[in-house]
């Protein structure tokens, strides 16, 4: 029985290791927390350095931000770039581009996001292996910009005009001598408020270096087709247009036959108000633009009346074409005064009345003119404002003291006159007769002037022309007896029946010429 109970016992075997493992297991627990304690510890005192503050080689717009807070970032940031435009703001049609710097176009750096965007680099998992990484390499961060869209929609109000494309509205063209329709094409505005906020939206996220498109609206052509007007249109290039026109100075004659490929230039097609087709119209603005180019090509200053000669032609295309003739015009001159040069001489030189050239100088003392002096010489016109008349032309000769009278080159008339004294001399040069009186008063010398005709300006008010023996207030006629030789204050005197003659002969307009 005590053999069979000690063999019933358990068995003590093996306790030792079990011991063994446990301890091992504590051991490693302890040299793990040891570890973990040791790795926290180190990764503190490694990351500290860095708390509330930015992590090694970070750079925004090239500026070191690198262990700065982010205030100081942002201050760092401030000082870089507050004192210039760094950046333009670029605006682009997709052909040009136009670049606004940053003051104008209130646009700036927001410092403050900028640094915080540098701030959040490598803080997402605070690992130690991150910032090794962010030692051995670097990191550039987008900046962040703000913009002022107000300053922003100044700065397109006032490039719109700019960028602004009109429309083309339809219109007629010769191709060789085809007429032919050319549709309309649409213009283009610029869609202020959609290109403001594009740039409102995106200035934050792709800042200012990069180009932002501008965003336009269609402009529809006011008129799209013409091919209804075609027809008006081939009947107004139908009609046959000659201009010319005459320079009595030169004796020159300018003529110009005007075709189709003119003309046409001249036509504008309209959709007339509710009208269901468009009408053709001549353009008095592309008239007087061809008057111009033909005046170009007389030279020497010469050219026209333009509103007189617009409304010529236009009257006579509108009757269906025929022949206009303009009148010419001169230019003033300018005259450099030479040794020895008088009023008097240079009036005699040039044609011109000296009280003309007195009033064309007001700033100038005649009676000391000085070498190198430049006097204005106003225009032959003043002295013939009225279109010749053909075929009749008044010869004074002052030398022989005759009148000789013409009439379709032939001689009709040749009388003696008196023309002025030394002291008041009549005028040489070409004229014509620019009024008529019966009986003309003369209230500076106080005498009457039978059948006056007038001849010239002489300054003021004051008239010289061609008349009959003048009589004075009190009935007694003046230089009877005395013609053929001079005598008068300027005008040109005829005898009674003489004077009364020409008179009836002579018309506004007339050629008068003095020598």
């Known amino acids: 029985m005590e053999r069979a109970t000690q063999e019933n016992q358990p068995q003590r075997k093996g306790k030792p290791g079990c011991l063994s493992v446990t301890f091992v297991v504590v051991l490693l627990t302890l040299l793990g927390a040891v570890g973990l304690f040791a790795a926290w510890t180190v990764r503190g005192a490694v990351l500290a350095p860095y708390e509330g503050r930015i992590y090694p080689n970070v750079t925004a717009m090239g500026v070191d931000l690198g262990a700065l807070t982010p205030d100081e970032a942002a201050a760092r940031l401030t000082d870089a770039f507050s004192a210039d435009d760094t950046g333009p703001l670029l605006l682009t049609d997709g052909q040009r581009t136009w ?48 913009v002022e869209p107000a300053a922003v929609r100044d700065v397109l109000e006032r490039l719109t005009p700019e960028v602004a494309l009109p429309p083309t509205d339809a219109t007629l063209r010769l191709e060789g001598d085809q007429l032919v329709a050319v549709p309309g094409q649409p213009g283009r505005a610029l869609d202020v408020e959609a290109t403001l906020n594009n740039i409102v939206n995106t200035v934050a ?26 027809t008006q249109a081939e009947e107004i290039l139908g009609r046959q247009l000659e201009i010319s026109t005459y320079d009595w100075l030169t004796d020159e004659t300018f003529a110009w036959t005007l075709g189709r490929e003119t003309v046409v230039t001249w036509l504008r097609v309209e959709q007339a108000g509710d009208a269901s087709a468009p009408t053709v119209r001549v353009a008095e603005e592309a008239v007087q633009a061809t008057l111009v180019d033909l005046a170009a090509q007389m030279g020497e200053g010469r050219g026209f009346h333009v509103d007189e000669a617009t409304q010529q032609v236009l009257d006579v295309f509108e009757t269906g074409g025929g022949t206009v003739d303009l009148r010419l015009t001169h230019p003033p001159r300018t005259y450099v005064v030479q040794p020895g040069d008088r009023l008097t001489t240079i009036a005699a030189q040039f044609g011109m009345p000296p009280g003309l050239i007195a009033e064309a100088n007001p700033d100038v003392d005649l009676n ?69 009186e019966e009986n003309a008063y003369a209230s500076q010398w106080d005498l009457w002037m039978p059948h006056f005709l007038g001849v010239y300006r002489a300054g003021a008010d004051v008239y010289n022309g061609i008349h009959a023996l003048p009589i004075l207030s009190n009935g007694q006629r003046l230089w009877e007896g005395a013609l ?20 009836d002969w002579a018309e506004i307009g007339v050629s008068v010429v003095i020598e």
């Open 205 to 230: 996220h792709l800042g200012p270096d990069n180009q932002f498109v501008l965003t336009f609206q269609a402009v529809p052509p006011a008129l799209t087709d013409t091919k209804p007007a075609q």
């Open 99 to 146: 670049a606004v710097p940053w003051s104008e176009a209130g646009l700036w750096l927001d410092a403050d996001a900028t640094a915080q965007r540098a701030f959040d680099v490598g803080r997402a998992d605070r690992e130690l292996t991150t910032l090794w990484r962010m030692q051995q390499s670097h990191y550039e961060v987008d900046p962040v910009f703000a």
């Open 368 to 436: 000391w003119l000085h070498e190198g002096q430049q006097l204005t010489i106003p225009s032959e016109d003043v002295l013939r404002p009225y279109p010749p008349v053909p075929g009749k032309q008044i010869v004074i000769s002052i030398a022989e003291q005759r009148m000789r009278v013409y009439e379709n080159d032939a001689l009709l008339y040749d009388w003696p006159v008196s023309t002025g004294l030394p002291d008041s001399p009549t005028c040489t040069g070409d004229f014509q007769i620019l009024s008529k």
């Open 484 to 503: 053929g030789s001079p005598n008068s204050y300027g005008c040109i005197i005829l005898g009674i029946d003489e004077a009364e003659t020409l008179y």
